[in-house]
């Protein structure tokens, strides 16, 4: 049963524009979202969270929106730049029975074309 | 050192053989978390420790598969008689505490052959 989803595995977006990722998750238990970023070879790296007390949270080109009632998440990135090109994982966690663990949804690959 | 380290960085072995892999957390850092890579696959969670013990390791695959954390700081992944499917890369993650970011290490990629 996956309780975190990326429905889309890649996206491609032109330097510049806006990336927007996508989440959607099932427990509604959850309430500490977080997102990563992975280059090859390398282990995944910490971008940004968002407790469920709010609904934006932003830090520079990064922002993330939270909507509780669709149990989804996203991650916009504006502008895109070319270094962003990477793996993006969301991650839940939180709930009734949860240990602390994280909860990973499968990824998205972000290509941004020059 | 100032983040998570892992080593080996790489493995191979031979089916049917036990391997260690271990983790440094980040000093100070009281959970620890095994999470794996299989290619093409998101990151599948393993085993949780809060200090030296696993509230839970409902992550972990089969029986071959064990974890222990001494001192509340190093960690151990053993995997026994190693088969095919347990290629992947092995990934671990400290944080303070739970529902705050975990920063992971480079990973262990493991590949049985």
């Known amino acids: 049963d996956q309780q975190v989803k990326q429905n889309s595995p890649s996206l491609s977006v032109q330097e510049g524009r806006i990336s927007i990722l996508n989440c959607d998750y099932t427990?509604?238990?959850?309430?500490?979202f977080l997102w990563y970023k992975k280059y090859p070879a390398e282990g995944p790296t910490f971008l940004i969270s968002i407790s469920s007390i709010k609904d934006k949270n932003e830090d520079g080109r990064f922002t993330v929106f939270l909507n509780k009632s669709a149990k989804h998440l996203s991650l916009h990135i504006v502008p895109s730049q070319p270094g962003d090109s990477a793996v993006y994982f969301c991650a839940a966690s939180g709930g009734s029975g949860n240990t602390g663990k994280l909860i990973f949804g499968q990824g998205t690959t972000l290509q941004v074309k020059p | 050192g100032a983040g998570v380290s892992q080593s080996p960085s790489n493995k191979v072995t031979e089916k049917g053989k036990d391997v260690e892999l271990r983790c440094d957390p980040i000093?100070?850092?009281?959970?620890l978390y095994w999470y794996r890579q299989s290619l093409g696959q998101g990151l599948e969670f393993l085993i949780y420790?809060?200090?030296?013990?696993?509230?839970?390791k409902s992550g972990l695959p089969s029986d071959r598969f064990s974890a222990e954390r001494t001192g509340g700081s190093v960690s151990t992944l053993t995997i026994q008689r190693t088969q095919q499917e347990d290629s992947a890369v092995y990934l671990c993650?400290?944080?303070?505490?739970?529902?705050?970011?975990?920063?992971f290490g480079q990973g262990t990629r493991l590949t049985v052959v």
């Open positions: 427990n509604s238990m959850f309430d500490y």
């Open positions: 000093s100070g850092h009281t959970a």
């Open positions: 420790f809060q200090g030296n013990s696993a509230p839970d």
């Open positions: 993650a400290s944080s303070t505490y739970q529902n705050t970011e975990a920063f």
